[in-house]
C-alpha cells in the first residue's frame, strides 16, 4: 500500500503538473491526494496530465476562488469506491481494496487558516470518523502543528495547537511517523519551516500494513514537500533465532534439551564447551518449534472458527454429547494457543525497535577503522581519588560459589531481549539442573584464568529512536543485546561492584552556567584510562583482569531490520545494555569530579558559592549529563573548556561544543549569545531542561506545565477509550495517565488549575470520552472513583493527595538522610532544619522557590495529627545530631519555646543533645553554658526545664534517628501519605459500600461489580432519570416491563431461569432472591477473608458481567436472547478467567461437577 498527498499550492501550470507526473510515476502509489489546487473543476483530461494510465479513478472539491481545492486519485485496478463525500474543507472516499476485505476511508484534508474555522473542521471530521466499521486515513495540510518543536523562526498557537490535539486524541487516531525532513512546508524567504502535512490513521487501519511510515520525498514545485505513506518491506536477510518463554510450559522441551546437552562437545576451553552446547540446543529447539507449532497464526484462526461454528449449532439445537466434546478440544487448543502467541508477541515486542538504515553497518564499521588509538596517552594520579581498603578489595575478588550464580540468574528481569544466542536467563532457571555443571564450569575458567574466549562475548547492537521521526544515526541510541554466559559474567560482577561504587564517588561536588553534551559518551571511553582508574582506586590485579577480560573480548554485529550484519571487534567504548557498562561509566566520570575539585582548590576555576555558609558548587553530574556553574567571567569559561579538553585527552569523552549550551544568570541576553559564539557553542536562555525537568522556571505559572499537559495529551492520541474495556481503562488511568505527571509532581507543587486539567482528561478517559472529546455519560463523581478501596473507590488516587505525598517524601530523605550536596545546600539557604520546622531565618530562603513549596506542605492538616509536619518525630540516641534546642526530641513542642528566657541566656543556640550532659560513674549529668547566671523568672525556668527532663538519659553508641508516626517500623510511605491527605481533603469520604476485589476475575469484572453493587450501570430506566432519549423503557430481553437494574440482572423471567440452573450447579438456592443487592451482598464479606465461598462469590460476579454483556449486544448488535445455549459457553470462559489466575482452581472436568462452596484459599 503507497498513498501521495502533497500540497501542490496550484496545479494549474504545465511545469507543476509535469513534476507532479514524474513523482507519480516513479513512486507508483495506490492512491494520491493533491490539497490547494486552486482549480473550479477536475475531469479525466486534468486527470490524465498527472496520472500514469487510463486507469486512475478521482473525485474533487473545487476551489473557493483562488483558495482551496483537493482532489485525490485512486487505482481502480487495486481499489473500489463506493461513497464520496464532499466537505467544505475535505474530501472523503469510501471503498474497499481489491484483495482485502472490510471499509477503508481516505480523507484528503485542506485545512483553514483560521484557528476557529479549524476547530469546526476537526468537529465535523470527528462526526465522519465516529463509524467504527470504517478503518480510516485522514492526510493532507492541516494548517497546524501538534508541538511548538514542529515549527523554526515561527511561534505556534498554543490554542490551535491543544484544539489539533484534541481531535486526534479523541479520533482515536495515531499518526504516522515521518522519516526523511523534519518540516514538511518552507517559506517563501526560505526562513520558515513547519510541518503541517501529516497522515492520521484509525488503529485498524495501521494494522492493514506493515510498520506503515510517512517519508517526504524531495520537494519541487512547490513550498511544501510530498509525503508519502509506505510499508517497511525491506528484507534483510534472516533473523536470528530468539528462545521465546512460552516454550518453557511444553512438556517435551525437556527431552529435546536434555537430549542436546549431553552430545560430547572438545575443546580446552569450557566457555566454549558451553557455548557450543548452546548452539546445539538452539538446533535442535527450532527443528522441535517447526515441527511442533508450525504456523501459530492459522493454528488459531482454524480452532476459533471450529469453535464458533459449534457455538451458533448449540444456540438453536443445544449441545449433543460428541459436539460437546469436540468443542471443548478446540477451545482448549484456542486458549493455548492464543495465550502462546500473546507470549510470543509480548518477548518479540521488545525487538521493535530498529529502524531502516542501510548505512548502519558502515557507521559502526567506519567509527572502528578511523579510531585514533595513542600509544601514549596521559594519566591523571590524584590523591583526591578514593581508594578502596585492602579487605573491600579482597571482597570483590573472593572465590565463586554456585549459589551467587543462582541468585543472579533468578534476579534478573524475566522480559530482557536476548543476544546473539538466542537465550534469556528464563531458559537457564527452568533447565539449571541440566545445564548447571558446564555453566559453572565455565565460569569457574573465567574466575581462575581471567579470560573470555574469542566468540564467548558477542552482542547485537539495535539501535532505539531518541526522537517520534528519526532522521540520522544521530537520531538513535545504540544498545546492545548480549549473550546469555557473558551477561550473566557481568551481572555476577556488576553486583559485587554495585556494593563499592558508591563509597568511590566522591560526595563533594550557580553567574554561569554551562550544559555540556558529551560525544557518543558511552561509545568513546578509552580502556586504558578505564584500567587505570581502576588500579588508582585499589581495586586488585585480578579484579582489573576480569574487566580487561570483559572489554577486550567484546565482538558487535548491527541488527538491521532484526538481520545482524558481519561482526566485528570493539577497540574502545563501554556498550548499553552491559549490566557492568553503568558503573564503569560512573568510574571514568568520577575523574571529572576530581579534576573539577582540583581546578576549584587551584583557583583554575571558581564555581558559585550558595547560601549564607557558602557552599561551593561547580557541577552535577548524573551519568553523562553534567551541567557546570561558575562566576561569569570569560577566564573562568575558557578554563572549563580547558579543563574538559584534559579530560578528553585522558578519558576519549569529548564534549560536543555545538551541542552544548552556555546560560547566563542575571547576564544581558546579547552577551551571552556573544560569549556562546565565541567559545563555539550555543547560547541559551532561562529556564531549560536537565534530567527532564525545568530548571529556572517557575512552576506556580500555569504555562510552564504545559509540556506535562500536552504529554498525556499525546499519549490518549494511540488509544479510542470506547474499544477498551473498564478494566484496560482502569490500569491506564492508573498506571500511564497517572505516572506521565509524577515526575514533575514528585518535584514541584502544581498549580490548581494543573491537577484539574489533568484529573479531567483522565475523569474523561475512563468514562471512555477520551481526551477533551466528546464526554460519555459519568456515572460516578470522580472524586468517589480516585478515592481507595476502603472508601468504596477504585484506589486509583487523586493527583492532589499524591503530589503532597511526593513532596513529602523530601521531608523524609532531608530529615532521615545523609548529609550530602543537596542537603547542604538547602542547610545553607533555610538553616540547619531546612525550614521545615517553619522558622525559616531572616535572610534566608526564596518565597516561590522549589523547597519554599516543600516546606508549605507540612502545615497541611493530616488527620488526627494536626499537620503533616508533626507525622514526624526525631527518637534520640546517643545526641549526638538533635538540637537540644529547636528540635522536638523532648515533647511535641521544641524547648526553645517552652524557655525562651533560658534560650536567651544560652551561649550555643545550636548545641545537640549530647554537648548539653556528660556520663560520670555511668550516670548522666546536664550541664549548662549559660552567658551568665540565670536569675528572677530564668531559675524558674530552669526548674521547670530539670523537672521535664526527669531521669532522661541518652543511649550511648546509639544513632539517633527519625521516624514516621504512620509506620515506625518501614518508615515513610507516599500512598499511605497519599491516602491520608485525600481523606483530609475530603476526596475518599466513606460512602457505606466498600469495594471488593476479586483477584480470580479480569479488572472488567471487578469494574462491573463496582458499578453494579453502587447502582450505575446504565439500564433504560436509569438513563431515563438522567433525561437520556431511549427508543423504549422496556426490557430488551423480555419487552414486557421496565427495565431497572434488578430486573436485567436478577428478576427477567429468562433471567431467573439461568441463575436457577446457576444455583443447581453450585448446589444453591437461588429462588428467594428477589433484588440485585439480595444477590450481590449475600456473602460478599466473605471474599476478603479467602474462605468460604469465595469462588462461589467470584463466579456470581462473572455471571453479572456476562448476562449484562450479553443484554448489550441485544441492544447494540441485534442479537437474539438465549442465555440457556450460553450456560456451557460461560461455564468454560469463568474457569478459564479464574484458572489463569489461580493454580488452585483444578481441571476442567472436576470443574463442571456439582460445587458445595469449596475454598480456594
Known sequence: MKLLSLNCRGLGSDLKKNWIRRVITKEKPDLVGFQETKLAMWDNF????????????????????????LVTIWDTKLFNCTQIIQEVDFLVVIGSWLNKDGLVGFINVYAPNSVSLRKGTWDRLQIVIAKDDIDWCIFGDFNEVRDPIERLNSEANLRGMRDFNNFISSSGLIEAPLIGRKFTRISDDGLKFSKLDRFLMTVDFSNRGRNLRAKALDRGESDHVPILLEEDKADFGPTPFKFFDSWLVEDDLRSVVEQNWKCEKISQFPDRVFRDKLKGVKAAIKEWSKRKFGNLDSQIEEAKSESNKLEKKAESEGWSDTDKDRWLSQRKQFMELDQRRSEMRKQKAKLKWLSEGDENSKFFHAAIKKRERRNDRPKLRSEKLKKLSLEEAETLERPLEEVEVWNAIKSSGKNKAPGPDGFSFNFLKKFWDIIKVDLMAALHWFWDSERISLGCNSSFITLIPKILSPEGLGDYRPISLIGVYYKLVAVILAERLKKVVDYIRHKKRIGLVFKVDFEKAYDSVEWNFLLDCLGNMGFGQKWRRWIEACLRSSTLSVLVNGSPTKEFEMGRGLR????????????????????????????????LRIGNEGVMISHLQYADDVIFFGKWSKVNLKNLIKILECFRLLSGLKINLRKSKLFGMGINEQEVRDWAREMGCEGGILPFVYLGLPVGASMSNIKNWAPVVEKVKKKLGSWKAKWISFGGRLTLVKSVLGSLSL????????????????????????????????????????????????????????????????????????LSGENCLWTSVIKSIYGLSGGLDGRVERGRGVGGSVWSNIIRVGGIPFGDIPSFADSFRIKVGGGDNTRFWDEKWLSDTVLAEKFPRLLRLESKVDAKVSERGRWIDNRWEWSWSWRREPRGREIGELGSLVHLLGNWEPERDKLDYWEWKLDVEKGYSVKVCRDRFAECRGVSTPSGVKTLWSKLLPKKVNVHMWRARLGRLPSREALDEKGIDVDSLLCPRCGEVVESLDHALVNCREVKNFWTRIGKWWNKNLAGIGSLSQLIEEDADMLESHKGRYLWISVKWAVLYLIWQDRNNIVFKNTTSNLGSYFFIWQRQIFEWMSSRSPRIGDWFKWLEVHHGDSVG
Open 46 to 69: 486534468q486527470n490524465s496530465r498527472v496520472w500514469d494510465g487510463d486507469d486512475g479513478g478521482y473525485a474533487f472539491l473545487s476551489a473557493q476562488g483562488n483558495s482551496g481545492g
Open 576 to 607: 548499553q545494555g552491559d549490566p557492568l557498562a553503568p558503573f564503569l561509566f560512573l568510574i571514568v566520570a568520577e575523574n571529572l569530579n576530581v579534576l573539577m575539585e582540583e581546578a576549584c582548590e587551584k583557583g583554575v576555576f571558581e564555581g
Open 743 to 814: 515526575y514533575f509532581l514528585s518535584l514541584f507543587r502544581a498549580p490548581r488549575g494543573v491537577i484539574g486539567e489533568l484529573e479531567k482528561i483522565r475523569n474523561r478517559f475512563f468514562w471512555g470520552g477520551g481526551e477533551l472529546g466528546k464526554s460519555s455519560l459519568v456515572w460516578v463523581k470522580w472524586d468517589k472513583v480516585v478515592s481507595s478501596f476502603e472508601k468504596g473507590g477504585l484506589d486509583i488516587g487523586d493527583l492532589s493527595s499524591m503530589n503532597h505525598a511526593l513532596l513529602g517524601k523530601w521531608w523524609w530523605w532531608f
